[in-house]
């Protein structure tokens, strides 16, 4: 039995690509005139893809690891139905691995003069912009034997902020502060405390709190208790150079560094204190000041999300001049950095004397949790000699971490994990010991 339709016509044209005419399918149309004429007739009732109207709506951004939905609206100005294949493209980073084809293509049927909506969902893989490319459709006939195709740029942007994943440790340190913060007031008087209120001596507080005015007005010995000072300054300093493009675990120590950052950020915000930004390797890639309590945090993650690590040396001696600028006056300066011997003792150390001796400094750097592994390793010689090399890199980096401490600078030296609490730790007993 001889085939007919469109069986018949594919069974002729064989791997010819649909679409593109060729002189040699004359004889195979001439055979079978009406198939000729259904093949016309469904070109002919395709729906024009030129004449289509494209809008886009839907989430602008998302945290990395959320998805994030954009939707496309369709509208079909034409007499004709739309029935189409549309793909929806963006950079391969806007999904998970392996999972785009099903992600970015779209059966979609528009009845003439109606709009009908589709939804990409997006899973980032990385942080930054998103930018969405073109969107192709394939609009099929009828009978599914000729296509027109097109393409719209319907632009988009997706931002990609960092993920904040040390935020569930916020309440336990929210707790801390309150505990300072005048629920239990403090007795040492130091720089960043003030005066709480009176209360009556007991046995072991320290006499130099003893206000004797108020004592020779009243029968018992009254104490001052001070409680921690607030609007303070706090200047985050993330360094973006080459250090902060090593890899540790998964992501770069930027990334984890940005982690700590937003900690302290939103811990330091909640306890009154103000919070700017710096990000710098030789020159300035983020700045953010002068933000509300309310309005710090977006302003960083927003900040955060488009750094990426520059394949160059830091400039210490203008990381130095512009963190004094960005901060005139005693402030907390967080150093976001790397404890490795080189850049610290060649760049850092001959300028830290201008911010120590001016403010307060603490030294916070992302440690590799393979040179612990690495370091009680044994078992055959390759495993005895890594540990040797991680023992000795381990070593290298204590002594950089001491001479630091040396020059009044608080060090914070912890693996990704544990380095938000760490630095939020360290925020707080400097706010306990009156230093902030």
Sequence with gaps: MALTGRAALLAAIGSVPIGIWDPSWAGVLAVNAPLAAACACDFALAAPVRRLRLVRSGDTSTRLGDSADVVLTVTNPSNRPLRALLRDAWPP????????????????????????????RLRPTRRGDRRSDRVTIRSYGPLGLFTRQGSHRVPWTVRVLPPFTSRKHLPSKLSRLRELDGRTSVLTRGEGTEFDSLREYVPGDDTRSIDWRATARQSAVAVRTWRPERDRHILLVLDTGRTSAGRVGDAPRLDASMDAALLLAALASRAGDRVDLLAYDRRVRALVQGRTAGDVLPSLVNAMATLE??????????????????????????????????????????????????????????????????????????????????????????????????????????????LAPALADAYLELKAAGRL
Excluded at 93 to 118: D, F, I, K, N
């Design 309 to 418: 690590p520059e394949l160059v040396e830091t400039d210490a001696r203008g990381l130095t001049a512009t963190a004094l600028r960005v901060a005139p006056r005693r402030s907390l300066i967080v150093l976001l950095t790397t404890l490795d011997a080189a850049p610290v003792e060649e760049g850092l150390l001959p300028v830290l004397a201008q911010l120590t001796q001016r403010h307060t400094v603490v030294l916070a750097s992302v440690a590799d949790p393979r040179i612990s592994r690495m370091a009680d390793a044994r078992g055959d010689t390759d495993a005895v000699y890594e540990a040797a090399a991680a023992a000795q890199a381990q070593a290298e980096r204590h002594r950089t971490a001491d001479r630091l401490r040396r020059h009044g600078v608080k060090v914070v030296d912890a693996i990704p994990d544990e």
């Design 93 to 120: 980073s806007s999904w998970q691995p392996g999972t785009e084809t099903a992600a970015s293509r779209h059966r979609v049927t528009v009845p003439a003069g109606e709009r009908r909506r589709v939804t990409t």
